[in-house]
């Protein structure tokens, strides 16, 4: 919390026979964010492992295969949970095995079920052909013992039949309507086998859409439809039976086969993140970034497995050349709470911070609920947006966070409803236990202006940390440093004064301007002084004045920008109140229509129902534009005072089978 967790540079050293222990270690550990050797000297001379492609393809075939079978047989059995990571090396015969047992078993079954599938859906189709020309009363038979005559069938859009018949004046031909289907005419269409050709001509001109069926019909299409309704009767039952049967082999499978899902999915990666280790002659080199914490135990287990044949060595960050350089960057593994951690995706769509920098997730997660909820605070919709959320957390496992979110800003709504003692925008239901903010404006304005500069000011503390963490002193003295902090706080005490008081007295205001220009001239100077410094440790053939000067003018412009800043982000919070007024006024609003409407017809059922449609539109439309202001919020005016990013995230030497396209979670299992 504030700061990500601390890592260590590991290096492992073992031979060629004991990698696939490591691996293992490494998988229940999982907390290992792989250094590719290539950003090593090792991997720059070329010393790069390589990777069982063989296994690695026998993986791959056996996943696809178990695949098919988990689509096929649509377990609905609890997910395996994982106690232990597999060696690949050993796993692979052990899971082609159990598969292969349940493909001869279970593949006969989905292959008739798919066949009976297949059949069934045939013959509905040439059954709803033939409906169509069930009026006609066609004898098949007859109709294939025609040699002068050729016919066809199809759906002609009605207002083209006497276009066709003109066209087909000049031959003989019949005509037969059989009957209408929504503006469209079936009809068959007969004709000398002389004139085939212009037959076919003059139905595709009229636009006909044909009837296709099957060549082999024999007999009546009353006797047809008959065959057919007990064909369809008896491949549904033998679906029945054929569903039931596979239900049986998904409960007796479906854990075994999610299971055996998981390991080859884990073995899998474990496989590939071998593309990232290096090799001398028949020594594996694996490095990577772990916790601190987890040294002693990746120590341990590696030494214990490999009965003391592995070496193990840690390094801390800021003695490695390459991260003082910054060409090696150190991962970044977010430390938050519960119910703060949903908040790092907010964080992290701004971006990732620097190892070392203030990890702000927690001031973002306080500050977002504190701004949603003053904007949008109601004890019914906070109520509401709480179960959305809840009903997201429950359901919906990919968007888990945002539920959790969701359900945090309508407990945040909630309290702000009993603030204002506004219930589903009825402010008489309850006694509010601050203020109702449409009735004291001038005061929820100046509580937005108060908790604007709050945050501000804490933007400022973040900045300043960082500027020690990373030994930046100089920087203290500029506009986004100490002396601009403090430049900021000595105008908003003053601005904060008047407003309390009405008046400042001149003894403060004299103190308050000397402070100003003693500030703004520190801020203006710091640069051109570090100039001047630089240029007599180090002269140059460039014109010291000249480039004193422009240093000068380059400051003026940075601090007046930094100095306009200040005043635009402390305004932006007025959009805080501003939009907590907005809310009240549309519940004004669609108090005022349903008071039309009771005024026709009384306080009954479309009375509630304006109300409740209203509730609906103000939670779906203003939720959403308030949860976007308050990010700009928190985006423009806190994190722009102190978050550079440009981190990397960490990533582990596993990742949940979610992330890798199964259904299934992650975790490790025996």
Known sequence: MFRTVRLTRVTIQCPEEEIAKVMTVLGE??????????????????????????????????LARINRLVDGLRPAVPLPQITRIPRPDRECFRLEKTVAAIENEVLPLLAEEEQARQR??????????????????????????????????????????????????????????????????????????????VLRRALKSAFLDPIDLPPDLKGTIHDLLGDLAGQIAATNDKLAALNRQRQALATRYGGTLLKAREKGLLSSQLLQAQEKFG??????????????DLYPALEEKIGKATRGQALVDRVDPDNIREVRSGTLKIPILFNNPLLIRPFEKLTTLYGTPAYGEVEPTIFLAVSFLLLFGMMFGDVGQGAVLFIMGYGIFRRMFRFMDYGVIL???????????????????????????????????????????????????????CNLVNLVRQKRYADLLSASGLAGALFYWLLAGLGVRYMFSGAIGRGELLAGTVATCLLFTVMLLQKPVRRLFTHIRRPDRTSLFGGIGLSLFESLIEVGDEILRYMANTVSFVRVAAFGLTHVALFMAVFSLADMVRAVHGRGFAYWLIIAL?????????????????????????????????????????????????????????
């Open 614 to 670: 209203g509730n609906l539109v103000i939670i779906l439309l203003e939720g959403m534009v308030v949860s976007i202001q308050t990010l700009r919020l928190e985006y423009y005016e806190f994190f722009s005072r102190f978050f550079r990013g440009g981190g990397r995230p960490f990533s582990p030497i596993l990742t949940d089978s979610e992330e890798s396209g199964s259904n299934t979670h992650g975790g490790t299992q025996q």
């Open 279 to 292: 090799a001398i002659d028949h020594t594996f080199i694996i490095t990577g970034w772990l916790p601190v």
């Open 407 to 461: 359900m945090e800003c309508g407990v945040s709504s909630f309290l702000f409803g009993l603030l204002y003692g506004s219930v589903f925008g009825f402010d008489n239901l309850i006694p509010p236990l601050w203020m109702h903010p449409m009735q004291n404006i001038d005061a929820f304005m100046r509580t937005s202006v108060f908790l604007g500069i709050g945050i501000i000011s804490l933007g400022f503390a």
């Open 120 to 197: 069934l859906k045939r013959d509905r189709e040439v059954q709803k052909r033939l409906r169509l020309l069930e009026p006609a009363a066609l004898d098949f038979d007859r109709l294939s013992s025609l040699r002068y005559v050729i016919w066809t069938a199809g759906l002609l859009p009605e207002e083209n039949l006497d276009r066709l018949e003109e066209s087909l004046s000049d031959i003989y031909h019949v005509l037969v309507p059989v009957q209408k289907i929504r503006q469209r005419q079936v009809l068959v269409a007969m004709a000398l086998a002389d004139d085939q050709a």
């Open 29 to 62: 550990l999982r907390l290992l964010h792989l250094i590719r050797i290539e950003e090593t000297h090792l991997g720059r001379m070329g010393f790069v492992a390589r990777v069982d492609r063989k296994l690695l393809d026998r993986y791959q075939t056996l």
